[in-house]
Structure formats: structure tokens, C-alpha cells
């Protein structure tokens, strides 16, 4: 079964970094296009970036430019989101997915069960 | 950015009847490469991660029960659910995937009455 686990959420406060990691599992790991999803608590869905299959490419939406930081290694399987200087309306569950497809334009297919990261002093 | 505009925020139906969820797109979501409209919908329940129901404004996904059908074009996209069931009840998002940054809709408050 295709499978995305993430993990490494918490509490920090505001100002402080967090490093998120996504595991990824049966499937070609290096031919899909990945993103990180986040839903605030009680809100929407909003995506935050996405990230080629090599890694050469790199989106981002504008509440998270200079502050995060999408990567990916393709040897060990395994996504990341490194968030720095860390906002309170950061505060969110953060998903990872994987797109259906090598295409840029292809949807988002699978999803993981999402970590909670909470900003707060 | 491209603005995703759902109506209603919330619906009831009745078993047996049809739910109809509009969308709109602030532009063309048509991708000249594949002929086809870059919209998905999803479904989501409480405490569970979004399930891929559409993709192409038209295309079921593996799985997805036939009660579930997208249609639309350009700017304007439906998601309609024939004979909706129990099971159904959950928040529903369109999803623009033609562009940067990717954008979803407000969301959609199914209910069955």
C-alpha cells in the first residue's frame, strides 16, 4: 500500500524552527512531484509548497517565502519542511502528498495522516 | 493568485436526492496540453486527511463510488452526488492544480438530513 507517514510537529514559539519529515513507502519515490498541505485548526486547506522529482524545482506560497524550506532525498525515500522564524498562523497540520504524476500539473493523489505543528508562547 | 469561490458553505440533503457543489475559478483552468480543465475535488472528514474524489474537472478517481461525477469547464465546475449516502457526510474542496500557488475553494459542509 502507498503509504506517507510524517512526522516531527510539536510546540515552539513563536520565532523558533521546525523541521518536518515525510516517509514515503511503495511507491517510485524519485518520479513524483511531492507538496506540503497545511490546515489550520478548524479551517481550510491551504498548500504551502511543492518540490520536483530531482528536486531542481521548488514552489512556494507567499505567506512562507524565506521562512520554509522544501527538500527531499530521494536515496532514503523521505520528503522535508524545514519552517523557521515561525509565526502563531503557522499553527497548522501539515500533510504531505504526493502527486499523481511526474507532470507539474498533476493533482495530488495520496496524501499522509498530517502532524500538527502549534506556534504558541 | 488564482481565487477558488465554492457555494453553498453548507448544504442538507435528503437520501435519494442530489447535491449539487459549485465552483468557481477567478481564471481559465484550461491546460492546452491535454485538452482538459486543471480542477480536482475532495473530500474530507473530520480528523481523516482529504481523498482525491476528481481530477480533470471530470475524471473519477480508482475507487471513488459512480454517485460521484465533476463536470464544467473554463471557470465554472460542479461536483454533484447522486443518492448521496450517510457515509457522505464530510466537507468538500475544488482545487485548482494549473498553477502556482495551488489553490482550494472555502469548502463545502455536506449533511444529510
Known amino acids: 500500500e502507498v503509504r506517507l507517514v510524517e512526522s516531527g510537529g510539536g510546540l515552539v514559539q513563536p520565532g523558533g524552527s521546525l523541521r518536518l519529515s515525510c516517509a514515503a513507502s511503495e511507491f517510485t519515490f524519485d518520479s513524483y512531484w511531492l507538496s506540503w498541505v497545511r490546515q489550520a485548526p478548524g479551517k481550510g486547506l491551504e498548500w504551502v509548497a511543492n518540490i520536483n522529482q530531482d528536486g531542481s524545482a521548488k514552489y512556494y506560497v507567499d505567506s512562507v517565502k524565506g521562512r520554509f524550506s522544501i527538500s527531499r532525498d530521494n536515496a532514503n525515500n523521505s520528503l522535508y519542511l524545514q519552517m523557521n522564524s515561525l509565526r502563531v498562523e503557522d499553527t497548522a497540520v501539515y500533510y504531505c502528498a504526493r502527486h499523481s504524476s511526474g507532470w507539474f500539473v498533476a493533482p495530488i493523489d495520496i496524501w499522509g495522516q498530517g502532524t500538527l505543528a502549534t506556534v504558541s508562547s | 493568485d488564482i481565487v477558488m469561490t465554492q457555494s453553498p458553505d453548507s448544504l442538507a440533503v435528503s437520501l435519494g436526492e442530489r447535491a449539487t457543489i459549485n465552483c468557481k475559478s477567478s481564471?481559465?483552468?484550461?491546460?492546452?496540453?491535454?485538452?482538459?480543465?486543471?480542477v480536482a475535488w475532495y473530500q474530507q472528514k473530520p480528523g481523516q486527511p482529504p481523498k482525491l474524489l476528481i481530477y480533470?474537472?471530470?475524471t473519477r478517481q480508482s475507487g471513488v463510488p459512480d454517485r460521484f461525477s465533476g463536470s464544467g469547464s473554463g471557470t465554472d465546475f460542479t461536483l454533484t452526488i447522486n443518492n448521496p449516502q450517510p457515509e457522505d457526510v464530510a466537507v468538500y474542496y475544488c482545487?485548482?492544480?494549473?498553477?502556482?500557488?495551488?489553490?482550494f475553494g472555502q469548502g463545502t459542509k455536506v449533511e444529510i438530513k
Open positions: 482545487q485548482q492544480h494549473y498553477t502556482t500557488p495551488w489553490t
Open positions: 480533470w474537472a471530470s
Open positions: 481564471q481559465s483552468l484550461f491546460y492546452s496540453s491535454n485538452n482538459k480543465d486543471c
